[in-house]
């Protein structure tokens, strides 16, 4: 059972939008501490997506974007492309363990 | 080239031990603090430890307490974590990544490849 809650999977068609949300509680996200994504594709390593909530790093499409309001962040994905299929992770903090927390990651299939 | 490379995982049997390392190239390896993060097989990502970027203070999972040992040493350009008394539910892919922001705010910005730990008789 993971402190963060992500769907397991969602879908979309090429070019649609698709969001994934990440539901905290009051000891992380829920706190004020942001929320940072991670992209991962088959067979590869974590990549930071989104940090601080909604930032990009220098190379990530403006495709990708982040939100957060009170204990629920979500990233979006527009322009949905074939490549995007992947596992995307949230990760926060939370101040009850001190220590860094990620949701249970959710697959997103391009139809 | 900015990279991280793991090495030092293989298959162990149970209640045996292993020393994983991270070699840090193309930067600064001494002001980043650095994690380990696992992932067992078909699983999520499963948090394990963090260690200050000058090895003054730690953090583990409640899962890695007692038997998981992060360290560093910066004048070698060297991530380690030491594994005790394995078990089989230890069997994963260990990823160790550099952290950004301080505490409360950390984000990992930099992963290696991994490298797979099997526990297994």
């Known amino acids: 059972q993971s402190v963060l809650t992500q769907p397991p999977s969602v879908s979309g068609a090429p070019g649609q939008r698709v969001t994934i949300s990440c539901t905290g509680s009051?000891?992380?996200?829920?706190?004020?501490?942001?929320v940072h994504w991670y992209q991962q594709l088959p067979g590869t390593a974590p990549k930071l997506l989104i940090y601080d909530n909604n930032k990009r790093p220098s190379g990530v499409p403006d495709r990708f974007s982040g939100s957060k309001s009170g204990t629920s962040a979500s990233l979006a994905i527009t322009g949905l492309q074939a490549d995007d299929e992947a596992d995307y992770y949230c990760q926060s903090y939370d101040s009850g363990l001190s220590n860094v927390v990620f949701g249970g990651g959710t697959k997103l299939t391009v139809l | 080239q900015v990279q991280l490379v793991e090495s030092g995982g293989g298959v162990v049997q149970p209640g045996g031990s292993l020393r994983l390392s991270c070699a840090p190239s193309g930067f600064t390896f001494s002001s980043y603090g650095m994690q380990w993060v696992r992932q067992a097989p078909g699983k999520g990502l499963e948090w394990v430890a963090i260690?200050?970027?000058?090895?003054?203070?730690?953090r583990y999972a409640d899962s890695a307490k007692g038997r998981f040992t992060i360290s560093r040493d910066n004048s070698k350009n060297t991530l380690s974590l030491q594994i005790n008394s394995l078990r089989p539910e230890d069997t994963a892919i260990y990823y160790c990544?550099?952290?950004?922001?301080?505490?409360?705010?950390?984000?990992?910005?930099?992963w290696g490849r991994g490298t797979l730990v099997t526990v297994s008789s």
């Open positions: 990544a550099r952290v950004l922001g301080n505490e409360g705010h950390w984000h990992f910005d930099l």
């Open positions: 009051s000891s992380n996200s829920g706190a004020g501490y942001d």
């Open positions: 260690i200050w970027y000058d090895g003054s203070e730690n």
